[in-house]
């Protein structure tokens, strides 16, 4: 069945960037958006953008244009996520998730930790 | 963007019993809502897609509801795994938006 499998958890100075994989396994991996959402400690999820795995097509999230590249690797079914100009307030687990429409399955999850 | 509101924010209910929770948005988002169930440490899980749609593999007791503003997310029989998180998610207009959640408890 599909999977997604997220690399491991981050800690970056304010200011740094930060690359977050996504492998995806056990389907068409072309066939299907991957979207990225992302929950701070504690809070709810916040939608941050997607890609097509299919030709790279993007759609990011309005607070986070200007800051945040989302690319594919088709010949290894990855997805990066890549987020700049990092601040506290980035701190977060980030999730990648199949879909842009009912997002299914997830990531794991990505602990991404931004303190000087 | 259009908000997503969740009630109540917490929801006290003992197993067995039926549990209902709510969802409204701000502006209409058609049938385009998805409820997914989180628990600690763990990714959510989507439970319902067009509003009323089980995911694969989701048990019948969970059932949604609704169209345009207002939307239902009822557990028939609340099961000892069904204690939770649950957000709802609106995809009919950008940015998606997300509720703040309802915390399903133990009574």
């Known amino acids: 069945q599909a999977h997604l499998e997220q690399s491991g958890a981050e800690v970056k100075k304010p200011g740094a960037s930060v690359k977050v994989s996504c492998k995806a396994s056990?389907?068409?991996?072309?066939?299907?958006?991957i979207s990225w959402v992302r929950q701070a400690p504690g809070q709810g999820l916040e939608w941050m953008g997607w890609?097509?795995?299919?030709?790279?097509?993007?759609k990011y999230a309005q607070k986070f244009q200007g800051r945040l590249t989302m690319t594919t690797d088709t010949s290894t079914s990855i997805v990066f996520m890549e987020l700049r100009s990092l601040r506290s307030d980035d701190t977060a687990v980030y999730f990648c998730?199949?879909?842009?429409?009912?997002?299914?399955?997830w990531g794991q999850g990505t602990l991404v930790t931004v303190s000087s | 963007e259009i908000v997503m509101t969740q009630s109540p924010a917490t929801l006290s209910v003992s197993p067995g019993e039926r549990a209902t929770l709510s969802c409204r948005a701000s502006?209409?988002?058609?049938?385009?809502l998805a409820w997914y169930q989180q628990k600690p440490g763990q990714a959510p899980r989507l439970l319902i897609y067009?509003?009323?749609t089980r995911a694969t593999g989701i048990p019948a007791r969970f059932s949604g509801s609704g169209s345009g503003t207002e939307f239902t997310l009822t557990i028939s029989s609340l099961q000892s795994e069904d204690f939770a998180v649950y957000y709802c998610?609106?995809?009919?207009?950008?940015?998606?938006?997300f509720g703040q959640g309802t915390e399903v408890e133990i009574k």
């Open positions: 067009g509003a009323s």
């Open positions: 056990g389907y068409t991996f072309i066939n299907y958006r």
């Open positions: 502006q209409s988002v058609s049938s385009n």
């Open positions: 998610q609106q995809y009919n207009d950008w940015p998606q938006t």
């Open positions: 998730a199949r879909g842009i429409a009912g997002f299914d399955p």
């Open positions: 890609i097509s795995a299919l030709n790279g097509e993007t």
